[in-house]
Each structure stands twice: as C-alpha cells, then as structure tokens.
C-alpha cells in the first residue's frame, strides 16, 4: 500500500539559511498536517491543510509558512533557520468525509540538522 | 486545553512480561484517543484508536479502553516481545471544532525488552 512520502529525508543547513521539505500524501488523502518533534520531545503540531486550504494552525514560527498544491502534495517552508529548528518535522495525511477527519497516516520524517 | 500526560520511561522488560504504560488526558471536548509508535529511524504508526466512552481499542495483542471518568487511555500487552521495542506515544484528537484532527500527544515512553 502506499504510504506517506517525504523529501529530503536528511538535511543539513547552517544558520540564517532557508529549507524546504516536502510531503506527498497517500492518494485519495485531502488532508494534510505537519508536526515538529525535537530531540526526546513529543511531536508538536504546526499546521494542516484541507482541500488545499490552512484549516488549523499551531505553534508555528513566523519564519515557517507551508501550503498544500493542486497535487495534494505539501511544502513547509522555513527561512531564517535557527539552531533550534533543528528536529525531525514529520508529515501526517489523512482522508476527512464531512469534515470527520479519520487516524492520520505519518511519513517517515525529515531530519533537519541547523548547524 | 488539550494535553496527554504519559508515564515516564524508559521501560525495560523481559521477553513474555506483562506491560502498562499508562496515560491520562485532559479535553475541553469529546476526543478520540491514540497509541502511536515509533520504531528506530521510522515514522509514526497507528497501534490502535479509541473513538469513545468505554470503547476498547486492540492490535497485535496490545489493548487500551477508553475512560472516561478517570480520563485514562492506558495501554496493556499480556507478553512482550523483543520486536516491540519502540518508543510508545498517547494522543488524543478532538472530534469538532476549529481543531478537528490534531494531535495532541503526550511525551513518549521509551519501552525495551530483553531477551
């Protein structure tokens, strides 16, 4: 079955530099969300995307902005990284039926190291 | 607010222990619970969900139900194996409103067997 799909899934920035992360979601999944999990912490949500539209908005930095494309795929895009940003920022989808929304499906991940 | 509180670990067992990793919650709504789990290097999976009062959620021999008067979703397996060692994480989503879908989770717990 297919899954969840991120890219890169490592990448290494030095700071003050911009990164863009990508998620393509399992087919037929309209929603997306976007969570941040630091070393030894509990993934953090920062934002979601429905029908190509923001529907929920975390704890998201400024510096971060993301939109979902015609193709359902996702980018997250971050500049101005700071140490911090360092983290593993997974990518969730999920299918919504009159706006239920059902378990979300997560991807691997995307390793950013900010050095 | 939202928030999942969940035993610290890390947990070390031996191989056909019996496991609790408990977990409590707090909702301003009527949430769905989660276990999550992540295994080295892997995303997120799906162990099992429970979507309301007094429902039991079940996969691969692990179990937790939902209750509500004590705010607990704790999760339980009879006999662990060696290949469940992961990280384990409690979430819980609320099933309306503006913040439809995201997940809240707790800390994570770290659960290791030994052979």
């Known amino acids: 079955a297919a899954g969840v799909i991120q890219s890169p899934r490592h990448l290494i920035k030095e700071k003050r530099e911009t990164a863009t992360l990508k998620c393509y979601p399992i087919?037929?999944?309209?929603?997306v969300y976007w969570y941040q999990q630091g070393p030894g912490q509990d993934p953090q949500f920062l934002i979601s995307?429905?029908?190509?539209?923001?529907?929920d908005k975390g704890s998201i930095p400024d510096r971060f902005s993301a939109q979902q494309f015609s193709d359902y795929h996702s980018e997250l895009n971050m500049s101005s990284l700071e140490l911090g940003d360092s983290a593993l920022y997974f990518c969730?989808?999920?299918?919504?039926?009159?706006?239920?929304?059902?378990?979300?499906?997560f991807g691997p991940g995307t390793r950013l190291t900010v050095t | 607010g939202n928030s999942v509180t969940q035993m610290e670990g890390p947990v070390t067992l031996s191989e056909e222990a019996f496991l609790t990793i408990n977990c409590t919650y707090t909702?301003?709504?009527?949430?769905?619970l989660f276990w999550y789990v992540q295994y080295p290097g892997e995303g997120l999976q799906l162990l099992l969900k429970?979507?309301?009062?007094?429902d039991k959620g079940s996969n691969k021999g692990f179990e937790a139900t939902y209750r509500k008067e004590t705010t607990s979703f704790h999760l339980e397996k009879g006999s662990v194996q060696v290949s469940d060692s992961a990280v384990y994480f409690c979430?819980?989503?609320?099933?309306?409103?503006?913040?439809?879908?995201?997940?809240?989770f707790g800390r994570g717990t770290q659960l290791t067997v030994w052979p």
């Open positions: 969730a989808s999920s299918p919504t039926d009159s706006g239920r929304s059902y378990e979300q499906y």
């Open positions: 087919p037929r999944h309209d929603t």
């Open positions: 995307f429905y029908e190509k539209m923001q529907s």
């Open positions: 909702a301003t709504g009527y949430p769905s």
């Open positions: 429970a979507t309301k009062a007094d």
């Open positions: 979430a819980l989503s609320e099933n309306r409103g503006s913040t439809l879908g995201r997940l809240y």
